[in-house]
């Protein structure tokens, strides 16, 4: 299964980016391959539409479930239908490592 | 002739000046039209009472995509400015974002495939209102839960006629719809007020109309409340100061019961004439 966290840099030692849809980059975790590849958000430039943009992006990589600190109202529905579950992580201030440990812990 | 009534501050008076400017002018019997661009909340015709001539519904174009005849070949996504298309090959999904599509129908033309149809969608109206012989109000109004008021705003500037002087009563903010609004004007009025969040959002607009490139000038309203802080601003600026509207206990009685001033009080009816003839001043210059 692959998981993406919003990351507001390319390393684990960056910050979780709070948004989802004009976040920076996506930390993409294979949890098959115990690996993680960071890849810049196209989505993140548009005028309109970042959310859906960044849907498009994301889930075509396979992608079936996203870490982020918000999802806006238009993503919240595409993701529900398209069955990629959504996780708030309640933490702001926290950094793609911690996030990946926690994620192994569990 | 199209002169916006705007301000970057909600309150500040757009509705005032508009309304009692629009009153003076169509008693002295000149052709004049009012439009209320504030769609997401239009409220002109809390003041100025007219019958109903017409209402039109405004309509949106959204796609229809037939997803047994779409190959996923990704044109229409490609064509598409706004991401309001998503498609995922792998598990033959694709999906059109309503609130995203903006009905330029790059898709359908994109689409070789036939897949592609078009539904209506309403958005809004268009009230039109006889006032007298001379005048009439045009009131643009967006259906609830419409993402964005900016395509009726300008369904409904596009009512106005070359040969009528038209007023424009601007949604406030300094966002889309304000644009929408006054990129369509051939004057901006910017209404604001002696405080300093009246002087902030004043800074907004003027930075907003020089970037759009307009010509505007300014009504200082509620003036003796506060300090210098707008005239030294519109001093150095070398921004034209249209009139002063006072701090009257009066206006507001008046406009909490949904009267005009220029019609109750000689003195403002004599006000807003002036204010006329000023801003004809600098459309002349």
């Given amino acids: ?32 391959r115990k690996q993680t590849e960071f890849l810049s958000n196209p989505g993140q430039a548009s005028n309109e539409g970042a959310g859906p943009a960044s849907v498009q992006f994301i889930v ?40 990946l440990n926690q994620i192994s812990q569990n | ?63 229809v995509i037939d997803s047994h005849k779409c190959t996923f070949c990704g044109n229409c996504q490609e064509y598409c400015s706004y991401n309001a298309i998503i498609m995922l090959p792998t598990i033959k999904t694709i999906r059109v974002i309503e609130d995203l599509c903006h009905d330029c ?14 539904k209506e969608k309403v958005t809004g109206s268009i009230t039109q209102y006889s006032i007298s012989a001379n005048a009439d109000v045009l009131e643009s109004q967006t259906e609830i839960g419409i993402y964005s008021p900016v395509p009726i705003i300008g369904q409904t500037i596009n009512m106005a ?20 609004t006054v990129e369509r004007a051939d004057y901006v009025v910017l209404v604001t007020e002696p405080t300093p969040f009246g002087l902030n959002d004043l800074k907004l607009s003027v930075e907003t109309l020089r970037k759009l490139k307009k010509e505007f000038g300014v009504v200082i309203n509620r003036y003796g409340i506060g300090k210098e802080l707008i005239e030294d601003y519109l001093n150095k600026e070398e921004i034209a100061v249209l009139g002063h509207i006072p701090f009257d ?6 406009y909490a019961k949904g009267d005009l001033i220029t019609d109750k009080y000689l003195q ?18």
């Fill in chain 2, 268 to 285: 403002y009816s004599e006000l807003f004439k002036k204010l006329h003839q000023n801003i004809t001043k600098q459309l002349q210059r």
């Fill in chain 2, 161 to 180: 006629e070359a040969d009528t002087l038209t007023f424009l009563d601007s949604p406030p903010g300094t966002s889309c719809p304000f644009i929408a």
């Fill in chain 2, 105 to 118: 129908g790059a898709c359908v033309y994109a689409c070789q495939y036939d897949a592609i149809t078009e």
């Fill in chain 2, 1 to 63: 002739m199209k002169i916006a009534i705007a301000s970057g501050k909600g309150g500040t008076g757009k509705t005032l000046v508009s309304t009692n400017l629009f009153n003076v002018i169509s008693r002295q019997g000149q052709k004049v039209r009012l439009i209320d661009c504030d769609a997401e909340e239009p409220n002109v015709c809390e003041f100025i009472r007219g019958n109903v001539e017409e209402e039109t519904l405004t309509m949106t174009h959204i796609p």
């Fill in chain 2, 249 to 254: 206990k009066r206006i507001a009685e008046t």
């Fill in chain 1, 1 to 32: 299964m692959k998981i993406a966290i919003t990351a507001t840099g390319h390393t684990i030692k960056s910050k979780m980016d709070n948004r989802f849809g004009r976040c920076s980059f996506f930390a993409i975790y294979d949890t098959e």
């Fill in chain 1, 60 to 99: 075509s990589q396979g992608v079936t479930r996203i870490i982020s600190g918000e999802f806006g109202g238009k993503v919240k529905d595409i993701l529900s239908g398209l069955n990629i579950q959504m996780i708030i992580h309640g933490k702001t201030n926290i950094t793609i490592e911690e996030i």
